[in-house]
């Protein structure tokens, strides 16, 4: 069974940086392109940022995070990242990754807090 384990969230002011990490179990996770999601309270969960399969040389991000925020993965550990900078109270919210174009079962996401 595959299973998706964030890590990497905190508490912390405007401006400065976090890095999130996704350990993904499976054989597959090479040949998948992946992303990263968030929820915030009272708001569906959204799109932020993704990455292509493979060496991952394609990505894609949402308007509100780009620039600010890169996603990455390592084949070799199963992993996915994404590098938040200049973060803002508006990043506030439970990230997730999953599968882009195929979703696996949900992993217990990491809270991002971002405080004046």
């Known amino acids: 069974q595959v299973q998706l384990v964030e890590s990497g969230g905190g508490l912390v002011q405007a401006g400065e940086s976090l890095r999130l990490s996704c350990a993904v179990s499976?054989?597959?996770?090479?040949?998948?392109?992946m992303a990263w999601y968030r929820q915030a309270p009272g708001k569906q969960r959204e799109l932020v940022a993704d990455?292509?399969?493979?060496?991952?040389?394609?990505?894609n991000y949402a308007d509100s995070v780009k620039g600010r925020f890169t996603i990455s993965r390592d084949n070799a550990k199963n992993e996915v990242h994404l590098q938040m900078n200049s973060l803002m109270p508006e990043d506030t919210a439970v990230y997730y990754c999953?599968?882009?174009?195929?979703?696996?079962?949900w992993g217990q996401g990491t809270q991002v807090t971002v405080s004046l």
């Open positions: 990455i292509s399969a493979g060496s991952g040389s394609r990505t």
């Open positions: 499976g054989s597959f996770f090479s040949l998948t392109a």
């Open positions: 999953n599968g882009r174009y195929r979703t696996y079962p």
